[in-house]
């Protein structure tokens, strides 16, 4: 039988350096001869594409909170039907640029949502299925947002306050505590040394789980 894909997940807040660390997190895989798909969330199939240029457009209409919850496991339901399972179960590996953590971390956290109101969609959603790994990017608040300002047009998320993002961080850090299935970078050090720790991190895990 064929042992199922190992699913890492990539989280952080603003200008953490997702984008850049995902880059090398791919030429790792290649270069190691994982098998591996990468793929993001919102998004990862053309409808879920769709609900993740509803979800990031900045507006005029004020956005409901739940609303913006149900698009977000919307986009998360077609995903994993569509792209992630169907991967997992044939042995290979998912990559994946944010998924429920990031739930936690700005509905709950930014947006101080319910947690047993996320805990119910994602076991509607996702019945038992976790990711085997989550990478936590942190940096200070001030220190992403400073980075990620400097990229130019601010989706509707990186229109938010100092405070939102102190509260989206504390989610992430919370959840990472303790949980060994949480691998910490401070990702305010060099990219050279954040991508020292990545590569660390990615043998550790692939010796770990023996592939
Ligand atoms: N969202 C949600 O609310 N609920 C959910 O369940 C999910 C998502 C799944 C889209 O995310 C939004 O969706 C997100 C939350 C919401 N909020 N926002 N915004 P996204 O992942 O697509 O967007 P993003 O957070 O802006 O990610 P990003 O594009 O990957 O950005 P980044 O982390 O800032 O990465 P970057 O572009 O690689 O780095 C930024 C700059 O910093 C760049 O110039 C780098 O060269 C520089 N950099 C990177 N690392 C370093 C170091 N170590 N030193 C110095 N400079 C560095």
């Not at 969330?41 to 005029?60: C, F, I, K, V, W």
């Amino acid at each position: 039988m064929t042992q199922r894909g190992k699913f890492i997940t990539v989280e952080g807040t603003e200008g953490v350096g997702k984008t850049t660390n995902l880059e090398f997190i791919r030429n790792w895989l290649q270069q190691h001869k994982v098998d591996f798909i990468s793929t993001r969330e919102p998004g990862g199939t053309p409808m879920a594409e769709q609900l993740r240029e509803l979800l990031l457009q900045p507006r005029q209409e004020p956005v409901d909170q739940t609303a913006e919850l149900l698009m977000v496991f919307a986009a998360r339901a077609q995903h994993l039907n569509q792209v992630i399972k169907p991967a997992l179960e044939q042995g290979t590996w998912v990559l994946c640029d944010r998924f429920t953590d990031a739930t936690y971390a700005y509905q709950g956290g930014g947006r101080q949502m319910d947690t047993a109101l996320i805990a119910s969609l994602e076991s509607l959603v996702q019945g038992e299925l976790r990711p085997d790994a989550v990478i936590l990017l942190d940096v200070p608040v001030e220190v992403g947002l400073a980075r990620a300002r400097d990229r130019g047009d601010l989706d509707r998320f990186e229109q938010e306050d100092v405070a939102f993002f102190e509260r989206v961080r504390g989610a992430y850090r919370n959840r990472a505590q303790g949980n060994a299935h949480y691998h910490l970078v401070d990702a305010s050090q060099s990219l050279e040394q954040v991508q020292t720790d990545l590569g660390a991190i990615l043998k550790q895990l692939k010796e770990h789980w023996g592939s």
